[in-house]
T-cell receptor
Framework: DVKVTQSSRYLVKRTGEKVFLECVQD?????MFWYRQDPGLGLRLIYF???????EKGDIPEGYSVSREKKERFSLILESASTNQTSMYLC??????????????FGAGSRLTVL | GQNIDQPTEMTATEGAIVQINCTYQ??????LFWYQQHAGEAPTFLSY??LDGLEEKGRFSSFLSRSKGYSYLLLKELQMKDSASYLC??????????WGAGTKLIIKP
């Protein structure tokens, strides 16, 4: 069964801490995405990547950075966590190149609480 | 601005039919997606429409009218396991997905 795996389902961090969210996919997908999901809002795109070492800003990149050193792994980094980054973080992957994203396969999510 | 509207919550009875609407205003259109998300789980793909008309897949169907900026997801013979949130997303002219806030569907026995 093809899979997108997020390393942590639940995390509790303190304000100012550095946070790493890891995502690994086993489908050899070119595209990988990080979204956050908050109640009453649609999914919001933080960053995406169409290839190794490539990254593109999404709609809400402020306060976040990403790393894609290997095709299967896409990491989201919060350099200095703040309470307004408390959220559910969803990683996703898809086939296709920069000209069009195809059906997304999502990970189960990482629920981050920043105190 | 770009906007996707769908009802926040709907309630239906087991065995019945329910229609979840989605209206959109986006910069261009390159397809509309429906995803299902059970509480605490990952969204999973249900359907994709890029041309006008109805796409049927078992108990689920999805309809698209591009001229009206409108889609609906039709669920027949509802089962308790259909209790979930249903997310509508439109791919715009830049091939970026714009997401609705989701419709929480509650199925009652």
């Amino acid at each position: 069964d093809v899979k997108v795996t997020q390393s942590s389902r639940y995390l509790v961090k303190r304000t100012g801490e550095k946070v790493f969210l890891e995502c690994v996919q086993d489908m050899d997908h070119e595209n990988m995405f990080w979204y956050r999901q908050d109640p009453g809002l649609g999914l919001r795109l933080i960053y995406f990547s169409y290839d190794v070492k490539m990254k593109e800003k999404g709609d809400i990149p402020e306060g976040y950075s990403v790393s894609r050193e290997k095709k299967e792994r896409f990491s989201l980094i919060l350099e200095s966590a703040s309470t307004n980054q408390t959220s559910m973080y969803l990683c996703a992957s898809s086939t296709g190149g920069p000209s069009g994203a195809n059906v997304l396969t999502f990970g189960a999510g990482s629920r981050l609480t920043v105190l | 601005g770009q906007n996707i509207d769908q009802p926040t919550e709907m309630t239906a009875t087991e065995g019945a039919i329910v229609q979840i609407n989605c209206t959109y205003q986006t910069s261009g259109f390159n397809g509309l997606f429906w995803y299902q998300q059970h509480a605490g789980e990952a969204p999973t793909f249900l359907s994709y429409n890029v041309l006008d008309g109805l796409e049927e897949k078992g108990r689920f169907s999805s309809f698209l009218s591009r001229s009206k900026g409108y889609s609906y997801l039709l669920l027949k013979e509802l089962q308790m396991k259909d209790s979930a949130s249903y997310l509508c997303a439109v791919r715009d002219s830049n091939y970026q997905l714009i997401w609705g806030a989701g419709t929480k569907l509650i199925i009652k026995p």
